[in-house]
């Protein structure tokens, strides 16, 4: 029986896998893969915790989580296409247009 | 129902339907509305006069207009025999003009805008004249002025045209300035801005001073001086004469209303109405009196110099605005009242019928006239009766109206009365000298303009020469009413006057009263005679005599040069000190540094914020991430 404190670690280590990929990654692309981490990791303590007290209402809600990362790929991605269509780069750097 | 209400509040109605419906749906027929509605003002006027005629004098506040502590005024009418007169006067003259200017007006693009400000003008006027308390006065005082300078600046794309309306605004403000504080200080003394409080009053106060500057002055003569100043403003009267000849910018028929008839003629109303001040001060009477008797010979002699035709009527009518303060000054209120109402007609006649002439020769200079009289013979004929009445000669109306003036000044028997007399007799001279002169100029002789005008000359359309004709018979009979008991007549018109301006204690006895009418009646007619030999029959004189006399000549052809003094003394330091002080250093200093200097401050500040936005998704991530982090440790600390 792994407890539960191991998920927890592994939950926290991919959180803050994706939040320093989301800070330092300069491809949009990987920035995006890198949110799917941190939803994921989301996920994993969800779905321990709900093991571990034995109420499926983390399970449901991991669900909910998928979804809306379903719905957040779909736009995202899309936003992505456009964005390299006018800008032809997919490096955060260079989009820069809201600069004060 | 009270008709009187009638007699304000239909042009007022009519200027607020052309106003709004003029320039897309009225268009061309918006004399119907305006003409209408002034008709029907002068027919309750009509009834209201009448009902004053058979005693009733009417004075009641409508409504309260105004409440603050113990000031309190209200809209409210006093319709006593003055008024009545006045209220004759301005629907009368002013239905004629209005038909008048169905023609002279015809085809003019801002042809609905003129009768609305016409309208209007007459509600104000009538708010004047009718008012039973002096800030309704103060109201129909400005509002008339108001209307005044949209109607000189009428055709506004002619420079000319918008300086005059602003020189006629600007000069007036002078007067007006003096006249509100004359009012604030008939409030501070009596409490109250009502005649009938403040004229009853005013006896109470005989002997009061106070204290302006250091000096103790008399309270009485202060705020009658006061008054006045407003009065010197809007009847022209030196030292602020200067805006009317200018008005003459205008379409006549503005200057026929508004700067002959009626508007100009408020000064001298008012002064009739404040009789009750007037009377207690000595000094003010002889200042009023002694302004109004110098304006009067000071514009005839340079009437006599002019070349324009409006002009040298607009000086004809500053020398019997003259004339009527001079009446006031020496207590002869009624005579400058019926002068008033004589001129008024005469007066408006021969505006119109200049209008009527520059309306054939499409210009003002009577040097560029002459022989109209075959191609305009109702112009002719009018004018020429209009002129008679004038001058001033036996049994016109303006006859009785100036010889009753002359003879108060001469039967007062003060020293002010004395020198009045002697300038009055002079310009019972002049009068009719330069009046003459410019019928000669213009209507005998032989045609000195271009062929091409010749060939354009026209009688004026029955539109025009029908209200030339109804006032022609009011110059010549509106006097009637007038005539001295010495003449045969009754007098009826200071009878009438008696109740609200008094009637003064002048001894003089027949043989002297007809020893002055002789002697001003002569001296007119050989104004005539002179006219007569100069421009008709030996017409060199005149150049010659404007050659030997240069000096002279130069002096009257400039006015005395009154304007190039207050252009030197007023305007010009005036534009100095806006252009060395105000703009170079209130507006570009103070006033442009606050209005610049606030953004520009926030403006810097945001130049330092700003970098924090930097554009970049991944900077803001860090902060909301480093915004998280702190959260967390504040919360688990």
Redesign the interface.
């Known amino acids: 029986m792994i407890p539960l404190s191991w998920y927890m670690v592994l939950s926290m280590i991919v959180f803050s896998i994706g939040?320093f990929g989301?800070?330092s990654r300069k491809n949009i692309i990987i920035?995006f893969m890198s949110i799917e981490l941190m939803l994921n990791a989301v996920n994993i303590n969800l779905i321990s915790l709900s093991h571990y007290l034995q109420d499926l209402r983390g399970q449901i809600l991991a669900f909910f989580v998928i979804a809306v990362a379903a719905a957040e790929a779909a736009i995202g991605l899309a936003i992505i296409i456009a964005l390299f269509r006018n800008k032809a780069t997919a490096h955060?750097?260079e989009?820069?247009?809201?600069?004060? | 129902m009270k008709i009187y209400l009638l007699i304000p509040f239909l042009p007022l109605a009519a200027f607020a339907i052309n106003i709004l419906f003029g320039r897309n749906l009225i268009r061309n027929k918006a004399h119907w509305i305006s003409c209408s509605a002034i008709i029907g003002s002068l027919i309750a006027s009509v009834i209201t006069a009448s009902d004053v005629i058979g005693g009733k004098v009417i004075n009641e506040d409508l409504y309260t207009w105004i409440v603050a502590g113990k000031f309190s005024v209200s809209v409210g009418f006093l319709i006593d025999q003055l008024t009545a007169v006045m209220l004759i006067v301005v629907t009368g003259v002013g239905s004629l003009i209005f038909i008048y200017s169905v023609g002279y007006m015809h085809g003019d693009k801002g042809y609905y805008r003129f009768f609305a400000y016409l309208s209007l003008f007459v509600f104000f006027m009538l708010m004047l004249v009718m008012s039973n308390n002096f800030v309704q006065l103060y109201l129909g005082w400005e509002g008339v002025g108001l209307c005044s300078y949209f109607l000189i600046g009428f055709w506004y794309e002619k420079k000319a045209a918008a300086d005059a309306g602003k020189k006629a605004f600007i000069v007036n403000r002078f007067g007006d300035f003096g006249f509100a504080l004359g009012v604030f200080m008939i409030f501070l003394t009596f409490g109250s801005l009502h005649y009938a409080p403040v004229f009853s009053g005013v006896g109470n106060f005989v002997g009061h001073t106070v204290n302006i500057l250091g000096y103790e002055v008399d309270l009485i003569t202060v705020i009658a001086l006061l008054l006045f100043c407003g009065a010197v403003g809007k009847s022209a009267q030196i030292p602020l004469h200067v805006w009317l000849p200018d008005a003459m910018e205008g379409p006549t028929p503005v200057s026929a209303l508004i700067h002959a008839a009626t508007m100009v003629t408020a000064g001298v109303f008012m002064v009739a109405r404040c009789n009750a001040i007037f009377n207690l001060s000595e000094v003010a009477m002889n200042v009023v009196a002694v302004v109004g008797a110098v304006t009067s010979l000071f514009a005839a002699t340079i009437a006599v110099a002019q070349n324009d035709i409006k002009r040298i009527i607009a000086y004809s009518t500053l020398s019997h605005l003259g004339m009527m303060f001079a009446a006031n000054g020496v207590g002869a209120y009624a005579a400058g009242v019926f002068h008033l109402y004589t001129h008024a007609f005469f007066k408006a006649l021969l505006f119109l019928a200049a209008g009527s002439v520059i309306h054939a020769v499409h210009h003002n200079d009577v040097q560029r006239m002459g022989g109209l009289k075959k191609y305009m013979p109702l112009t002719y004929i009018t004018m020429l009766l209009a002129a008679l009445s004038a001058g001033g000669v036996p049994g016109f109306a303006g006859f009785f109206s100036k010889d009753e003036i002359i003879w108060s000044a001469f039967a007062s028997h003060s020293d002010v009365g004395k020198f009045v007399w002697v300038l009055l007799t002079c310009v019972a001279f002049f009068t009719p000298f330069y009046s003459f002169r410019m019928i000669y100029l213009t209507f005998h002789g032989k045609f000195r303009g271009t062929h091409h005008e010749e060939h354009h000359l026209h009688e004026s359309p029955p539109v025009m020469t029908i209200p030339l004709m109804i006032l022609a018979a009011g110059a010549v009979a509106v006097g009637w009413v007038g005539i001295p008991k010495v003449l045969g007549g009754g007098a009826h018109f200071a009878e009438f006057l008696k109740p609200v301006v008094g009637h003064p204690e002048f001894h003089g006895t027949h043989a002297q009263e007809f020893g002055v009418m002789g002697l001003s009646t002569t001296i007119a007619i050989s104004g005539i005679v002179i006219a007569a030999i100069f421009y008709l029959i030996k017409t060199g004189i005149p150049v010659r005599l404007a050659k030997n006399f240069s000096f002279i000549y130069r002096l009257l052809f400039n006015k005395y040069y009154v304007d190039e003094l207050y252009h030197h003394t007023v305007v010009r330091p005036s534009i100095w000190v806006a252009q060395r002080f105000i703009d170079a250093f209130t507006d570009a200093k103070i006033i442009e540094g606050i209005v610049n200097g606030v953004p520009k401050t926030i403006g810097r500040f945001a130049g330092v914020l700003r970098k924090v936005q930097t554009g970049l998704a991944q900077h803001y991530a860090i902060i909301m991430a480093a915004g998280v982090f702190i959260m967390i440790v504040l919360i688990l600390w």
């Open positions: 939040v989301f800070l920035i955060v750097d989009i820069h247009e809201m600069k004060g």
